[in-house]
Structures are given as C-alpha cells and as structure tokens.
C-alpha cells in the first residue's frame, strides 16, 4: 500500500477533511456585507436576513449532534423561526453595541468555533484495528475495579503492643470480635466495596493496603484515618478486564472526545497562523 493511501484512510486526515468542509458551509451562510466588529467602529447589518438551504442545513445538524436523531418537519419549522427570532435580536443588539467588551458574548463565540470543530470529529466511526490500539494505551480506565469485603477491629488512634497482643489472644481463644477493641463509630464488617467507597471511610491508601495483605485470619495492625485496626479480609475480588462488547461504546465515545481535542488544537493552529502575534512591552 503507498504512502499516499495510508495517509488518506488516517481518521485524523477525515476529521480534518470533515472539519474544513464544515467552516467552509458556515461561511457561505453568513451575509456578505456583515462587518466584523473591531474595537471603536460601529456595525452595520443588512436588513435582509437570508434563511438558505445552506444555514437550514446546519440548523439540522446542530440538532441531530444533540439530540442524536433527525428533527421532525414540526421542530424543523421551530428552529427556522427560533433562527430567524435570534438573527432579528442579535442584529439589533449589535446595532446598540452591546456585543462590546461582553466576555460572556466572546467566550460562546468560542464555544461555537470548538463545536464545529467537535462535530466534525463525532461524524466519524474509528475502524476497529484503530479503535482497539486506543484501547490497548488506555486499557487500564476500563478494567473492572476490584473490590474487598473485611471485618475490622478499631484499636485506637495510637499503637499499643500490649492492647494488640491481648486482643489477638483472646481472638485465638473464641471471642467474638464485637467485644474487642475501643469503641467506634466505624462499621465493624464492610462488604464487597470498591476502592473510592473503602477510601472514603477509611481514609486515603486504606484500600490498597487491605488487598496487599495474604493469608486467612486476623492481620495487622493496618493504619487508616482515624487509627490502627486488626483486619480480617473475608473476600478479594482483583481488578479484571471487561468483555469487549460491554465496553466498545464506551471506548467509542473517549475516542472520538479525544480526536476531536486533536482536531480543535490542530484547527486551531492553522487558523492563529493566519494572524501576526504582537506582543507589547508593558509601558515604562
């Protein structure tokens, strides 16, 4: 296979493709003589407003991005008005000027620019050879968590041998655990938990210190948040690997999340090079 047709079945090379056609569509429907505004002129907008298979098109498509299926003739005709209500308010408020310094008004237009960019990107399904190597680098946010169930035995905030070694004792001899230790407000039997739940209860680094521990019986002392504890773990679940079916759409969407940040920084690029940058020395 040549060089040329390897580069052209590359997603990114399609995004980009997707990517330009859809700028490209978006500046045939904006009106010719619209002025873009500048720091201290005024805007003149056309009394004409222009509703084009062109601008309808994209109306469309804003919609199937969000809604994730056709619009119905009903809500086709709604976004037609919607459109055309917008354009008459936008027209007047930019004839007052209130479009002017308004950060809220300059952060949607960015927000504007990153969708098309992002759309373009959601238009494409990966291939399955592309979709799978993704999958192998990231392999690890899409395992099954594991999980631990244990009893504990609160000693304490401070270690003390003595305490332990009684306790421990006494547990070799057949007491139950529930009259052993101090008094807490932690539960004495956790069950099947993932880390964030252990963690959350027990402290940061509680978790991964209980799947450490090998052997039956009671272990420890292990120290978490509020103190030292005798653990018994009473099952231990390691992480595993999902079935591929369960999680292919799931590894669809970080997909394509991720080509469409590549395409926005690369779209992005090509367009801050058609500007000089000056930066300004502040003044002495």
Do not use: C
């Amino acid at each position: 296979m040549s060089f040329f047709s390897r580069f052209i079945r590359q997603p990114l090379v399609h995004f980009l493709i997707i990517g330009a056609a859809i700028f490209a569509l978006y500046s045939l429907v904006l009106p010719e003589d619209v002025e873009v505004e500048t720091s201290g002129t005024s805007y003149q907008p056309s009394s004409e407003i222009i509703v084009s298979p062109e601008r309808v098109a994209i109306l469309e498509t804003e919609f199937r991005v969000v809604w994730q299926r056709d619009a119905t003739e009903d809500e086709r005709q709604n976004l037609i008005e919607n459109y055309i209500r917008e354009e008459v308010l936008v027209r007047e408020a930019q004839k007052l000027g209130l479009n002017r310094g308004d950060t809220v008004i300059r952060r949607r237009l960015v927000q504007k620019m990153d969708f098309l960019a992002s759309s373009a990107a959601r238009s494409i399904t990966p291939d399955e050879e592309e979709l799978k190597a993704y999958y192998e680098d990231t392999k690890d946010v899409y395992m099954r968590p594991g999980r631990i169930a244990f009893s504990q035995i609160y000693l304490g905030e401070t270690l003390d041998e003595a305490a332990v070694e009684d306790v421990k004792t006494r547990l070799a001899a057949g007491e139950t655990p529930d009259n052993l230790g101090q008094k807490s407000m932690l539960a004495p039997v956790v069950k099947l938990s993932v880390l964030q739940r252990v963690d959350g209860l027990f402290g940061i680094g509680f978790f991964e210190q209980l799947m450490a521990l090998d052997g039956d019986g009671w272990q420890g002392p292990v120290r978490s948040g509020f103190g030292y504890h005798l653990i018994r773990v009473d099952e231990r679940q390691n992480s595993e690997e999902r079935h591929w079916d369960s999680i292919r759409a799931h590894v669809v969407d970080n997909f394509v999340l991720k080509k469409a940040d590549e395409l926005k920084q690369m779209q992005f690029e090509g367009l801050k090079g058609q500007y000089e940058i000056v930066l300004t020395e502040p003044a002495q």
